[in-house]
């Protein structure tokens, strides 16, 4: 209920007149007349034998805006005339406005006079206070959606493999939230990737909206030539203003302080409120999560690629000492992944296993030359000083942070399912389950490629030799899945290795 | 038909930014301050929904929840639960047809997540009503 009709209710009855723009508008103009001239709102002004009651909401410069008129039985001449001397009204339309009052004793009127002043008071108090309510629930409200905003940026925030899809999520937040057309990130190309973009510039678009030709305008305004040093709101020119809304939030992003991209946002629906600091802030405040996240991006792929360069080398070393496994450990890191993803595996666990592949060998390292390339068969010194390798691959890692859950596969691959193996003699279910992996996966490559001693087995042959050993040599469980796995990308890198080996023998 | 969402929250600020997104969403709303209030009004007038706070006074969520799901008239209100971050482990003692949103939350969320609930449990209770006919 407005606050007009609130009083009118309590006026009317009692013979009281009510002013509003629309109905006694000469007797408004007058009420306002006066306090413009005594600069007070809610304030009662007696004239002689009459009052006036005026309102006016001091945080909404205006509107609502109204005035009661108490008047005395012999006072509405007075009254007119006054009113009309300070305005400048005519009397008559004054008089005539307040010809619809019942004329009450002086006395009544004063007493009324003072209890609308205080209704007006209450009225206007507890509309200022419902008002300043909404404002304060608003602020809550958007209080409540920056937190959900920045406590889903905070908690992927300085984890890589987390950030797929963060950035688009956040552009949709901010468009629903404030109620933007569209949300557009853009950033320098090599960076995208980092966040978990596919392409450098991204949309986040409300229905109906064509990012195309949003961008085209963007273009025109040159608004990509250089990353943008400040944020802030923009006024688009008048013929943008279709495609873009009138005003836009800008916002640079950066890393380490230099800007690399930014986050611009416009084109506000109908009914959405216009842009505000709050719009600035929210920008601000995603952006701000941005730049740290493509550091930390950039930061995890340089360890990566720094941890796996590290592992290549290590294992490149033992190729170097024996021609005869040159890329073994890349092919049993292959089909170890291969069987772990057919057991149902989850991908860091794969990696995992990947991993382990690549360093099973490494203990070789250890082991005399002329024992790994030997041509003929071993003398069994020769074959202890072999069987050292997994001990040593094991000693050598287990200063290495963060190798838990790859030791025990470097450790046991040479074990056997029927204890025979070594060089713990482990059996069945004793040995670790990564080992037992890379144990027929290590087999299969040894059987199917050409060694020192003898020329590859043919595939079918070594499956059945595969076969035959589940439950003696291998997890019976195992093997025949392992057989029943796709070996072509394996003939790839076989046949990968081979080229190479025809390079260095030519050069 | 408006669809009525009983929101059962002590704290007002909390409970007026939901209504106020409620409202909005159109839906009509009625407030209660603890369970002992919420099952008053309850009584009075089944909820299409109903979206209780965990720490109340005098009656608690998880205890509103139980007398809920006691009374044959309301169990079956599709419900939500809100919480302090990191207050409830998992879902602790919630029943596992409530939903649990955490403080603070976003309003808009929120209010999506209780249409989305009325809307499966509508189309729930419609395909029910379908095998019964058949």
Known sequence: MSIESQIAAIARPAGVVTADDEHNGALLRAAQHEIDVSGRSGAAIIWDGAALVWYEAASEPGSPRFGIALVSD?????????????????????????????????SDTARLTSFFASVVEHVATTTEDSLSFDAATEAVDQAYEMIDLLHGLGSVVGDPTRQQDLVSQAADDIRETLGFGWVLVALDEDRAPGVGLPEPIMFSLAAGIQGERVLECLRARDEFAAWPEA?????????????LGTFGVVEPLRVDGTPVGVVIAGGKLPGAPEVSSFDQRMLQSVASYI?????????????????????????????????????HSERVAHLSCLLAEALGWDANRIERVRLAGMLHDIGKIGVPERVLRKAGRLTDKEFDEIKKHPGIGHKILQGVPGLDDVLPGVLSHHERWDGRGYPQNLAGDDIPLIARVLGLADTFD???????????????????????????????ELAPIFVGLDFSEYDTLVARAATQEAYREAA | ???????????????????????????????????????EFAADRTPDAIVTDLEMPRMNGLELLAKLHDDPALATIPTMMLTARGHLAGKDGVPDDVQVFAKPFSARKLVEAIAAMLASDHGEASSSSGRAAA
């Open chain 1, 231 to 243: 944020g802030g709101v923009r006024t688009w020119e008048e013929d943008e203003r279709d495609l």
């Open chain 1, 74 to 106: 012999a006072s509405i001449e007075a009254v007119a005339n006054a009113a009309a001397a300070s305005c400048g009204l005519a009397a008559d339309a004054i008089r005539t406005q307040l010809e619809g009052a019942a004329a009450k004793p002086w």
């Open chain 1, 291 to 327: 730049g740290p996240m493509m550091r930390v991006a950039e930061l995890f792929e340089a360890q990566q690629r720094l941890f796996f360069g590290t592992v290549q080398a290590l294992t490149g070393t033992v190729d170097a000492k024996d021609p005869y496994t040159r890329g």
């Open chain 1, 446 to 476: 040894a059987m199917s490629s050409n060694r020192a001693y003898r020329p590859g087995m043919d595939r079918a042959k070594v499956l059945a030799e595969i076969t035959k050993c589940g439950g003696s040599q291998f997890d019976p």
């Open chain 2, 1 to 39: 038909m408006t669809q009525l969402v009983m929101l059962v929250e002590d704290e007002r600020h909390i409970s007026q930014v939901v209504e106020r997104r409620l409202v909005a969403a159109g839906f009509e709303v009625v407030v209660a301050r603890d369970g002992v209030q919420a099952l």
